[in-house]
């Protein structure tokens, strides 16, 4: 599996994660260099997907608790969307709103990012020439003008005239 990239969604959340005490942020920028390699983090996490699709919470506990939320779902990249002091024992609905609309920006570049590719992928295509066949059914016209599938190309083509 290869390694992700680690990337915060914006600089409000490299910020957030700045804020955190210097020992706290290094345990859990720890946490994130072991989900990048594909392994659990060490602290205590919870899927969060009320918040988003593979939205997760990285936990430390204590007076005060902290927490670092992150997606690590899509493009190979793991995404730093929010970090905070929890206040409260229940959810926090400041932090809560902060993680989806960061996750709606998230989903932004990635559906870009999605786009930029194809359109590569587009592209060299054209330029080398070469053809799928899965493409091609739809391409192949035999004499009667009817498609037909490029496994029948051959019986076609034996055929006498």
Not at 12 to 23: I, M, R, Y
Request: net charge positive; charged share 25%; hydrophobic share 40%.
């Amino acid at each position: 599996m290869p390694r992700k990239t680690i990337k915060y969604v914006n600089n409000a959340a490299k910020k957030a994660v700045q804020k955190l005490p210097l020992d706290v942020a290094a345990d859990f920028l720890n946490d994130l260099n072991f989900v990048a390699a594909g392994k659990d983090p060490r602290s205590s996490f919870k899927s969060l997907p009320e918040w988003g699709a593979g939205v997760v919470e990285l936990i430390e506990n204590g007076s005060p608790a902290y927490r670092v939320v992150y997606c690590a779902k899509y493009l190979d990249t793991v995404y730093i969307l929010h970090a905070f002091t929890k206040t409260t024992n229940g959810v926090d609905r400041a932090a809560k709103e902060t993680v989806m609309i960061r996750y709606k920006e998230m989903m932004s570049l990635v559906r870009e990012a999605e786009k930029a590719a194809k359109k590569r992928s587009d592209k060299n295509w054209r330029q080398s020439g070469s053809l799928d066949l899965d493409f091609a059914y739809d391409l192949v016209i035999t004499r009667h003008g009817r498609p037909q599938p490029v496994s029948q190309l051959r019986q076609i083509s034996d055929q006498p005239v």
